[in-house]
Structure formats: structure tokens, C-alpha cells
């Protein structure tokens, strides 16, 4: 079955505990976006990769890191977390061609930070 | 700077009914693509339709079809024959260059 996975899809942790939300999608697609989903803020893009090693900033970057060294995986690491980057995440990929296509999306993961 | 507006924070419809939702966007580009997605209680992310700019005739799939005004930005969603499984929030986006902009979403209850 196509699709792309979270994990972990819950998560509480406290201010400044490193921690990783993985990505993976088995479509072979080649763009891999990560998103924050906040009431009365609509989705926010974090960070995009167009490629294998290839990554570039959105609109919310600051305090997030990635990388992109499998073109399957595309990890969200928040190096020290703080309780303004409590939401709900999402991961997504798309295929690329000539145009934009469908992204897919994540189910999401929930994230805490006391 | 690229920007999605959704100016109706909540909607409702009778179940049959046909509902429009408003989205405008800005952006000085001019190659980009537009999208609604539709998020259940579920929270899954889900394609209702896509649109290319550089088309001028609107997309149409099943019950869902836009009205496209580019010179006015404006990228409305007509949900016909609403159904309850179309309750959700609903969100516009588009893209240009490599990056997602993405509206804060409208929440379309239908009421039986």
C-alpha cells in the first residue's frame, strides 16, 4: 500500500530533551515536506527536499533541523525543544514531474513539550 | 510575500445543498499551482482538487469544482449535493517555486 508514516504519532517530552519524528514514504517520490498544523494558523511549511541531500527552509524554520540522506526518509529533529513548538506535525511527498502533483500526507504526529 | 486567505472561519449546509468556500491568495509569480485539501476528524490530509494556473478552464471532480479567477486571485470551492461525510476543515493552498502556502482553513459542518 502507498503511503507515508509517522512515527511516533503521540509524543510528550519536556523543554530541551532532544528528540526525532521520523518520516518514510515507500511511493518513490522525490519532494518530502515537513509541516506544523497550529489552530488559527492553518499548515506551515518547516523544511522541503527536492532530492536526496537536497533540503531547503519554508516559512518556519527555526528550531527544526532535517536531513535527507535516503530518498525513502526524511527525519525532523528538534535538537532542544521548547513548549512553542507543541503541535501537530506532518510529513508529506510528492512525485515531480511536469507540475506540482498530489502531496501525500502523514497521519500526523501530536507533540508535547512541558 | 505569498499569502492565503480563507476569510470564513466556520461554515455550515444542509445535507443536499451546494456550499461555497472563498479562498484568494497573493503572490507576484506567475506559475503556480492551487489546491484544496480536505482534513476529517481524522486529521488524514486529503486532495480534493487541484488546479494549474496557467489553465484557464476551472477543475471539476465529482461533487467538488472551483471557480478560478486569476487576475482576481481568488480560487472559491463549490461542494454540490453536500453529503455529512464532506463535514471537515478545508484548506486552500498553493505552490510556487518549491514552497507550500497553505490558508488557515474553514470548517464546513453538514447538517443532516
Known amino acids: 500500500e502507498a503511503q507515508v508514516t509517522q512515527n511516533p504519532r503521540y509524543l510528550i517530552t519536556v523543554t530541551g530533551k532532544k528528540l526525532t519524528v521520523t518520516c518514510s514514504q515507500n511511493?518513490?517520490?522525490?519532494?518530502m515536506s515537513w509541516y506544523r498544523q497550529d489552530p488559527g494558523l492553518g499548515l506551515r511549511q518547516i523544511y522541503y527536499?527536492?532530492?536526496?541531500?537536497?533540503?531547503d527552509k519554508g516559512d518556519v524554520p527555526e528550531g527544526y533541523k532535517v536531513s535527507r540522506k535516503e530518498k525513502r526518509n526524511f527525519p525532523l529533529i528538534l535538537e532542544s525543544p521548547s513548549p512553542n513548538q507543541t503541535s501537530l506535525y506532518f510529513c508529506?511527498?510528492?512525485?515531480?514531474?511536469?507540475?506540482?502533483?498530489?502531496?501525500?500526507f502523514g497521519p500526523g504526529t501530536r507533540l508535547t513539550v512541558l | 510575500a505569498q499569502t492565503v486567505t480563507q476569510s470564513q472561519p466556520e461554515m455550515s449546509v444542509q445535507e443536499a445543498e451546494t456550499v461555497t468556500l472563498s479562498c484568494t491568495y497573493d503572490?507576484?509569480?506567475?506559475?503556480?499551482?492551487l489546491f484544496w485539501y480536505k482534513q476529517p476528524p481524522s486529521r488524514q490530509m486529503i486532495l480534493v482538487i487541484r488546479?494549474?494556473?496557467?489553465?484557464?478552464q476551472n477543475a471539476t471532480e465529482n461533487r467538488f469544482s472551483v471557480n478560478f479567477q486569476k487576475a482576481a486571485k481568488s480560487f472559491s470551492l463549490k461542494i454540490s449535493d453536500s453529503q455529512l461525510g464532506d463535514t471537515a476543515m478545508y484548506f486552500c493552498?498553493?505552490?510556487?517555486?518549491?514552497?507550500?502556502?497553505f490558508g488557515t482553513g474553514t470548517s464546513l459542518t453538514v447538517i443532516p
Open positions: 527536499s527536492m532530492n536526496v541531500e537536497v533540503t
Open positions: 488546479q494549474e494556473a496557467y489553465k484557464q
Open positions: 508529506a511527498s510528492s512525485l515531480l514531474g511536469t507540475g506540482w502533483n498530489e502531496q501525500f
Open positions: 493552498a498553493f505552490v510556487t517555486g518549491n514552497q507550500f502556502y
Open positions: 511511493m518513490n517520490h522525490e519532494y
Open positions: 503572490t507576484s509569480e506567475s506559475n503556480y499551482y
